[in-house]
């Protein structure tokens, strides 16, 4: 069955360094995601992504975030100047399409992000 | 109270034993989706109802959606030791977008 990945799985970065997030959506999927979890916290909606634009952002999507579907198949996050409060599970999404069956999301494993 | 939140936010119950979680939300919503989640892992999908449906099943699943309450229930009957995790709800609104609003999940305890 196909699955989204992402990688690293795991990295530990230092304070304003930059990082990005690699993410392989499933195949023919239309619609693309980015959440993050802090630990011991909820899963929140970071940014949406459909025809090779934004559709929505959320307040946490500021200019030192970016995405980006460089080819037909990743899909990245990069986070310019990494802060402390950054550190966090980052979870990838993708979406068949935009009703019905079509709706649902499916997510990656996640990349656990340290900044250190 | 926020978009999408469950209630309990713990629960314990013996192998076999039936559980239940809550949802509720705010907002008019496109759908509801429930995710499973193990500790430190990704989420797993595992039932979306749609707003104009009212119950859905899944094996030991089931759904179901009172948008009248703006609420929605898991079960999962005859449980497992390996159904122990944190389970969320997450709405869609009627965007294009799609995204989900995640709530802050149960954490269900299931002993063996």
């Known amino acids: 069955e196909p699955e989204v990945t992402q990688t690293p799985s795991h990295q530990v970065t230092q304070m304003g360094q930059e990082v990005i997030l690699r993410c392989v959506p499933i195949s023919n999927h239309l619609y693309f995601y980015w959440y993050r979890q802090i630990l011991g916290q909820k899963v929140e909606f970071l940014v949406s992504f459909y025809n090779n634009e934004i559709s929505e952002k959320s307040e946490i999507f500021d200019d030192q975030f970016s995405v980006e579907r460089p080819d037909g198949s990743n899909f990245t996050l990069k986070i310019r100047s990494t802060k402390l409060e950054d550190s966090a599970m980052y979870f990838c999404?993708?979406?068949?399409?935009?009703?019905?069956?079509?709706?649902?999301?499916?997510f990656g494993p996640g990349t656990r992000l340290l900044v250190l | 109270s926020q978009q999408g939140e469950e209630d309990p936010q713990a629960l314990s119950i013996q192998e076999g034993e039936n559980a239940t979680m809550n949802c509720s939300y705010k907002?008019?919503?496109?759908?509801l989706q429930w995710y499973r989640q193990n500790s430190g892992r990704g989420l797993v999908h595992l039932i979306l109802?749609?707003?104009?449906?009212r119950e859905k099943h899944s094996g030991r699943l089931r759904v179901t959606l009172d948008t009248s309450k703006k609420s929605s229930s898991l079960l999962i009957t005859a449980s497992r030791a390996a159904d122990t995790a944190s389970y969320f709800c997450a709405t869609a609104v009627n965007t294009n977008a799609g995204k989900s609003t995640f709530g802050d999940g149960t954490t269900l305890t299931v002993k063996p």
């Open positions: 999404a993708s979406r068949p399409g935009p009703s019905g069956r079509q709706e649902t999301q499916y």
């Open positions: 907002t008019s919503i496109n759908n």
């Open positions: 109802i749609r707003s104009n449906e």
